[in-house]
């Protein structure tokens, strides 16, 4: 027989796995286990990358973690690559809020009148069938080689995840809430902020968590296409004239940045999702 | 402004002392399969304004259906129900409604959630305040106004949930099961508390239940409805007197009468249910 047992704790964002919290909880032995495993495992895969370059493999094939290192300290500090890095930046804090407000909002029209939904749902999903990216190539010749193609690739990626996310949150979400809100003569603004957004919060963070790494795939297919500057535009004149370490900088400059905004919209999905202290209902086969 | 330490509003009554009048009112749902599945046929209720009102019925028939039919949550499919004398069309906000789950926004402490009804049209600020903690003090939630929903224990919900859709003062209050899924100690001590808070506030409750005990202890009269499509059977006034003790409910003068005259024809019903 199945047993249930409720436990109480904060709920955590979805980062707040299992293992995240092992690794957490330094004071157990097993999360000394993990964790030094885990050093390890990095240490052990950069030592051999070192030792490999230049050994086993030609360097300007793989580069090296010093490599690597220097390069990026002398793009930063010499080089032009924070103005790179800027452009980027710009054209993400620009597409993303645009794409993300637009495909929530689009998400809840939706969800509120079943007439649009059905119109305009085959059109969506038909658009949502094509390969986004390919389009890139048609945002240089409508918005030409700056940044306004960018953002547009960049916009395109991030609506549709935010727009099905957010969709599928109102058709997901409890109707009764809505149904006891109006009932109490709660209606208009108050009903769409205070009731309808707060039950599809879940789903909307998702989106917008979930699109972040394709708002920076966005930006540097974009520069990829054509471009004169930014950390695409980097990344691939460096991969033409072989300069390999800098290739690796590129990357992990977008490593950082889809850190950075994750760690940030994390942020704010917790203090938003607060009231998400749950009972938590774990099943223990007897 | 309304001062929630007198008596709350008074259940306007039509005319002819009726808050409530279900005429001829039947439900048909459309099932997957395009059969119709029949919830209710021909219900005629009169509801006096003040009246305690409860609903009786075998699982499955169409008790709820008549309170959401009364809610305006959906329409007849034929007949009507009028609500203080006019019909009901669309969603009655004159009514509170009291889910079978508490159904308390999550997203909102418990002072948000029982404010929550509470339009800064009809309330000020400071009466909103006032309101408020009268009905958090009323529903025994006293320091836990700023929890969330789910720190709070099953009871406490239950609790919150009832205060939230009293505190705006419908007059009218329709309870679907609320106490169901609660272990019988705290539904004896919620009956007990809603018992009290009616007898200030006297609004008109309609109160669905499977439970006999809990429609007898509660009620002024006791409607009887019948195995799927749902009809009434009888109505059974209940002529015990108040304010009741919940607690030993079977000593009452008058309860052992009511009791019986509802299982005998109940029992009937279980029957058909059965085979």
Same mark, same amino acid.
């Given at each position: ?196 957004? !707060? ?13 972040? !790494? ?73 | ?275």
């Amino acid at each position: 027989m199945p047993e249930e047992i409720s436990q109480t704790r904060t709920q955590g964002t979805s980062s707040d796995t299992g293992a995240a919290t092992a690794a957490k909880s330094p004071l157990t032995m097993r999360g000394v286990t993990v964790t030094l495993l885990r050093t390890a495992i990095v240490v052990g895969f950069f030592s051999l990358w070192e030792i490999a370059s230049g050994r086993w493999i030609e360097p300007f094939l793989i580069s090296s973690p010093s490599r690597i290192f220097s390069s990026m300290l002398t793009g930063f500090t010499d080089g032009d690559l924070l103005q790179h890095t800027w452009v980027t930046f710009i054209e993400i804090a620009i597409g993303f809020p645009i794409g993300a407000i637009s495909g929530i909002a689009l998400g809840y029209a939706f969800g509120r009148s079943k007439l649009l939904a059905e119109i305009f749902e085959p059109i969506i999903i038909a658009l949502n069938g094509i390969p986004r990216t390919a389009l890139a190539p048609l945002f240089i010749v409508w918005l030409g080689i700056g940044l306004w193609s960018k953002v547009g690739v960049v916009f395109l990626l991030t609506f549709f995840l935010n727009f099905f996310n957010t969709y599928t949150g109102m058709r997901q979400m409890d109707h009764e809430y809505v149904d006891l809100a109006s009932l109490m003569g709660v209606k208009g603004w108050k009903l769409t902020f205070k009731v309808i957004f !707060p039950a599809i919060s879940p789903y909307v963070f998702t989106g917008i968590r979930t699109s972040i !790494p394709f708002a920076v795939i966005g930006a540097i297919v974009g520069e990829f296409v054509a471009a004169t500057e930014g950390v695409g535009f980097f990344i691939r004149m460096s991969a033409g004239i072989f300069k390999t370490a800098d290739v690796f900088v590129g990357i992990i400059v977008l490593m950082i940045m889809v850190i950075i905004m994750d760690k940030f919209a994390a942020a704010i999905e917790k203090r938003a999702l607060r009231w998400q202290t749950q009972t938590e209902h774990i099943q223990i086969q007897a | 402004m309304p001062d929630p330490a007198q008596t709350a509003t008074e259940s306007e009554p039509s005319r002819n002392g009726f808050v409530i009048r279900v005429q001829n009112a039947s439900k048909v749902f459309q099932t997957p399969s395009q059969a119709n599945l029949g919830a209710l046929t021909g219900i005629d209720l009169d509801i006096r304004a003040g009246e305690f009102v409860t609903v009786v019925g075998p699982s499955g028939c169409g008790k709820s259906t008549l309170l959401k039919l009364i809610a305006g949550f959906s329409a007849c499919s034929a007949g009507r129900i009028l609500f203080q004398d006019e019909e009901v069309r669309g969603l009655n906000t004159k009514v509170g409604y009291v889910p079978q789950e508490s159904k308390l926004f999550p997203w909102l402490t418990v002072e948000e959630n029982v404010g929550f009804g509470l339009s800064p049209k009809r309330y000020s600020r400071a009466d909103r305040e006032r309101q408020v903690s009268y009905f958090i003090n009323l529903a025994g939630l006293s320091g836990f106004e700023k929890y969330y929903p789910a720190q709070l224990s099953g009871g406490m919900g239950k609790r919150a949930s009832i205060v939230r859709a009293l505190a705006y003062e419908p007059p009218v209050i329709l309870m679907d099961e609320p106490f169901g899924p609660l272990d019988a100690q705290t539904r004896m001590v919620l009956q007990d508390e809603l018992l009290k808070i009616w007898e200030q506030k006297r609004q008109t409750i309609v109160f669905v239940t499977h439970d006999l005990v809990e429609a007898v202890a509660l009620a002024d009269r006791v409607v009887v409805m019948t195995h799927r499509p749902g009809k009434i059977k009888d109505v059974i006034k209940v002529p015990m007197d108040r304010p009741r003790n919940i607690f030993e409910i079977h000593r009452q003068p008058g309860f052992d009468e009511a009791y019986s005259r509802l299982w005998t024809i109940f029992r009937h019903e279980l029957n058909i249910g059965a085979h």
